[in-house]
Each structure stands twice: as C-alpha cells, then as structure tokens.
C-alpha cells in the first residue's frame, strides 16, 4: 500500500471521531472541589481539606479519622447537589446556618475565604457579611484581685461567725518524710511553710497547693544571736541600706511561685529597726504579699509599719511547740482557744516536727465541739486580731530542718 493511501485513511479516522465521539469524554479533565465527599444514603460526610495549601496538612472535620477538630459541625440532608453544614458559633453559640469554617473563618454558601478574610473578625464578634454578625461567647469574669494575698490564699467561709484559730506549721521542705506527714495529716485549713533552702522548693509547694494548702515562704531575718548557726546568705539585715536588703528579697522571691505570703525566719535585731525594715514591707505591699509574723520575738514595729504601708500583717499569739512536750504543745493550744474567745481570731506557729503535727491533729479534731473553727493564716490576717503572745520566747531548742 503506498503512503498516499495510507495517509489517506488516517485523515478519514481522524474526521470521523471528532465528528462522532463526545468531546467531553475524549478531553483531559478535573474536578476541583473544596472538601472530597462520599455519599451514603441521604447524608455527605466530610472529609478533609482538599487544598493542603490552605491548611497544611489538611484540616479535619468531625467524622474524619483525626477527631481531635475543635470545630462543632452537624451534617444534615443535601439539597440536590449542594452540601449543608450547620455551624455553629462554637462554646454552644447559635448556629450561623449552611456555612464552613476554615482556618477560624466562618465561610457561606456563596462566598469565597478571600472575601471573608476581608472583614475584620474581632472584638467579641464573629462577621459572616457585611450585615450578619454572630457574636462568640463572652469572656470569662475577671478576678477581682491578681495580688498573690487574695490569689493563692485558701478560700474559706465562716458564715455562723464562728471564733476561728489557726497553725502555721514550718520547717517544711528539709525533711521529705516529715514534709510529707504534715501535708498528708493536717486538715487542709493549715498553713504551712517552706524552708527556702529546700532542694525541691517548688515541688512540695506545688504538692502542699494540691492537697488543698495555702503556703508561705520563710525569709530569713537577722537575729540578735545566732550562736552556732551560719547567717543564711540571703538574710535581710539590720543596718544595711535598702538597696542590698532589696535585692536579697527580690533573690528569696524569685525562688519559687504560688506562695500567698511571706514568713519570717527569726528576725528579731531586723524587726526592731525601722529604718531598715521600711523599705521591706513597702516592697512586699507593692507586691500584693501578705506578711505572717511567727510571735517569735517581743519587741517590733513590724505592725506599725506594715499598716502604714498598707501591707497585710498578722502576728502570730506565739510558737506552740518551743517545749516539744505533748502537755506544753496543749497548754499553749488551750491558749490559743481562750484568746480566740475573747478576741474572735487567733493563730499560733509551730515546725513540722511528728509530736507537733500529732498534737494539731488532736486539737484540730476537737475544735467543733468547744464552738472554734480552723481558719487559714490568710483569712486570719484580714481580720488583724490583737497581737497578744503566748508561749514562751525561748526557741533556743529548735531545729528548722523538721
């Protein structure tokens, strides 16, 4: 056959398709969509993103694989060809109608993302056009307060206006077996407070926190004597200008969180001097602390000065266990009732040491019937009762690693 001929005949193939065939079907094609659906019954179920560009790695929508989508979608019964998607405005808002949201985007049938990604979505309110506002879930409430006093302080209510006595108990964080025991065995009304030479300081504070405690942080003050123990590195000093004092307490803060106020650790030569005290207190106030006076020492101007600094300040009546006997930790407990009778409020201060912790559990057990009710140090506090001491100030047996 010549190649005239052959020619020939595959011009005449050629025509005849073009004339015959379905040019639809003959021509390369593709079908872009949003989403990729499959049909079952009356219902689509959605998939994912079709476009991975919008949505890196694709955004998955409720009946897909990946449940973990904070999107809240219902899928209802299509309407010829067309997909409904009821979404709603999400924390249990109103439903927006037959929409999608993408990327945070709430999107309509007849819209594209470009133009919705024009309107402003802000202020409170969710825009779907130009005349349709959804408005999102209102904010939580504020706290009134953000001072660490109000903020980490133990919620409490007295509402039959009960006397109430408190414990600070001390020491903690030096000992894991007995940091434990007092965290595990007191009621959750006692205070208690760290050593700031803890080695896992924000562990157990977090631990005590847990367990439903307020806690405090001892900061170490100059004493008259300290006989033989070392002066803590940190220890605010008499005599010293403002300056240094501040930034040792800005160093003792900054070890750790959660803590409503301070506590003094001895402290009796730096409570007797105005000059260098002052600037503490006003620092502490400006930080919204409070401060817990242990009742350790006799003479002070921590009380003036704090009030007219404005610092929360409370004194404690006195330490309860510097004669670690059962019958002395009770006579000073008794004691602690009689001042809380007269006066509606009073708290005393102790270490974590086991007699002492045992001592607190039987008190504390007994309290309803005598008509007392346990009170944390900060409910305490706002109350400022008189500053009357019991006890004796003779702490010269005591071990602050309990």
Do not use: C
């Amino acid at each position: 056959m010549s190649l005239a001929v052959f020619g020939g005949l595959a011009a005449s193939l050629g025509l005849g398709i073009h004339v015959v065939a379905d040019p639809a079907a003959a021509s390369p094609s593709q079908t872009l969509a949003l989403f990729e659906t499959e049909e079952t019954g009356e219902t689509v179920s959605m998939a994912r993103l079709s476009d991975p560009g919008e949505h890196p790695g694709g955004d998955l929508l409720p009946g897909a694989e990946d449940t973990g989508s904070a999107m809240e979608m219902a899928y209802v019964p299509t309407e010829g060809e067309a997909v409904r998607i009821e979404v709603t405005g999400g924390q249990g808002g109103p439903a927006v109608g037959d929409a999608i949201r993408i990327n945070g985007r709430i999107v309509r049938a007849g819209e594209s993302l470009s133009q919705v990604r024009s309107v402003p979505q802000t202020d409170g309110t969710i825009k779907l056009a130009a005349t349709t506002t959804v408005t999102s879930a209102p904010p939580k409430a504020k706290s009134k307060s953000k001072a660490p006093a109000d903020v980490y302080a133990r919620k409490f209510a007295n509402p039959e206006g009960l006397p109430m006595v408190g414990l600070v108990i001390g020491g903690l964080g030096m000992n894991a077996t007995q940091t434990q025991l007092a965290i595990d065995d007191l009621p959750a009304d006692v205070t208690l407070s760290f050593a700031l030479d803890s080695k896992k300081l924000d562990h157990w504070i977090k631990t005590a926190r847990a367990d439903g405690h307020e806690v405090l942080i001892e900061v170490p003050m100059e004493a008259y004597d300290y006989g033989r123990m070392k002066m803590h590195p940190d220890t605010l000093l008499a005599g010293a200008d403002a300056k240094a004092n501040l930034t040792r307490l800005e160093a003792v803060l900054a070890r750790t969180s959660g803590y409503f106020g301070i506590v003094n650790y001895q402290g009796a030569k730096f409570a007797a001097d105005k000059a260098s005290a002052t600037p503490v207190l006003e620092r502490l106030s400006e930080k919204g602390l409070a401060f817990i006076d242990d009742g350790s020492f006799e003479r002070t101007s921590l009380e003036s000065l704090s009030r007219a600094s404005g610092l929360r300040y409370a004194r404690a009546a006195g330490p309860i266990d510097a004669r670690q006997t059962p019958a002395d930790i009770s006579a000073e407990l008794m004691d602690l009732e009689s001042l809380a009778l007269e006066k509606g409020a009073a708290f005393g201060s102790g270490y974590a040491f086991p007699i002492t912790v045992e001592a607190a559990k039987v008190w504390i057990s007994q309290l309803d019937e005598k008509g007392l009710i346990l009170a944390p140090v900060s409910a305490i506090t706002n109350t400022r009762p008189v500053e009357v001491r019991t006890g004796s100030l003779d702490k010269s047996g005591l071990f602050n690693g309990g």
